[in-house]
């Protein structure tokens, strides 16, 4: 485990650059729009679960989600064409502006997370997608499924199926088609490199943009631990054997967490209160993810505290592409 002194978080910005249009905060990330061309976007510490953003920040954390997306953005683009343009600061990534499809592609390898709860209360179909007999929590479906959900802007993002997206026009068949291949094609070049770390990428999801010329691109994030779930793939046919919870990569910590204090993100339920010591466990864990997932060495730049470095990069990269 890493120890360092922890910088505070960044959980707001308020940057207004130049021939900026228009500003939207999002759970995580704070995007501006700048001209009819770019977006930039800021992953700040702010952490959710359940749909609900927590009021402490964790330190590190939109470091390592910008740095994580951006190492997988860069290993992919080969198949799948993706929104980055560039990475101006640690936790900065400007891109093409995309129109988002209303629907994020959840692929899941294996009965875990939503999937294993869903499975375990007996419901054998999700997402419209029949998931096998006989399976228990952890296991490997047999081929990867495709479980989509709405994307809401406030709230609760919803499952739904491929019927439903289609019979509802939210996308069309001929890119709907285009998003399923994009997404099958994600997950298996993710699996493989997950293999290559000692690791097993079990559920992901992706989201997806239209540009103004009619181009499918891939947008946000990808393979981090906001997005995805891994398992450790040492012990893991033993931990299944035994009936042993799996060693993971992932926030699912921090979601147990909270329902262990009584927490899942309904109506009347308060927060739980975070103390120094578990954000910082927080912290030190988004580090060890971001390491073991891409074998890079974290390197942390302690900009939290001073924004102003954040604008003045961010500023300059969009100076030079203008």
Not at 262 to 269: C, E, M, S, W
Not at 281 to 302: A, C, D, H, M
Request: proline share 4%.
């Amino acid at each position: 485990m890493h120890t360092r002194q922890h910088p505070k978080s960044l959980k707001s910005t308020n940057f207004q650059f130049d021939n900026q249009t228009a500003f939207y905060k999002g759970k995580v990330r704070d995007v501006y729009t700048i001209g009819n061309e770019m977006l930039v976007m800021v992953a700040s510490d702010r952490i959710s679960a359940f749909d609900v953003v927590l009021p402490e920040g964790i330190p590190y954390k939109g470091q390592v989600l910008n740095q994580t997306a951006t190492h997988f953005l860069k290993a992919t683009s080969d198949i799948v064409p993706n929104w980055l343009i560039g990475v101006p600061a640690a936790n900065v990534a400007v891109g093409h502006i995309c129109e988002p499809f209303k629907v994020e592609m959840v692929i899941r390898g294996y009965v875990a997370g939503h999937a294993g709860r869903e499975y375990q209360l007996g419901k054998r179909t999700l997402c419209g997608v029949n998931m096998s007999e006989g399976l228990k929590e952890n296991d490997r479906f047999p081929e990867p499924i495709i479980t989509p959900t709405t994307k809401a802007s406030e709230g609760h993002d919803e499952d739904i199926s491929r019927e439903e997206i289609l019979a509802q026009g939210i996308v069309s068949e001929a890119d709907y088609l285009v998003l399923e291949d994009y997404t099958r094609k994600l997950f298996a070049r993710g699996t493989e490199m997950a293999a290559s770390r000692g690791l097993i990428l079990v559920d992901t999801k992706y989201e997806f943009g239209k540009t103004a010329s009619g181009e499918i691109l891939l947008i946000d994030e990808i393979h981090t631990p906001d997005s995805s779930r891994f398992f450790y793939a040492e012990g893991y046919a033993e931990r299944q054997a035994n009936g042993e919870i799996q060693k993971q990569l992932s926030k699912e910590f921090v979601r147990q967490w909270l329902i262990a204090n009584g927490f899942q993100g309904k109506d009347g339920q308060v927060v739980p209160a975070m103390d120094a010591a578990w954000i910082e466990e927080i912290s030190n864990r988004y580090i060890e993810l971001y390491e073991q997932v891409t074998g890079l060495k974290f390197q942390p730049e302690p900009y939290a505290s001073n924004s102003e470095d954040i604008f003045s990069a961010t500023q300059e990269f969009l100076n030079q592409r203008a």
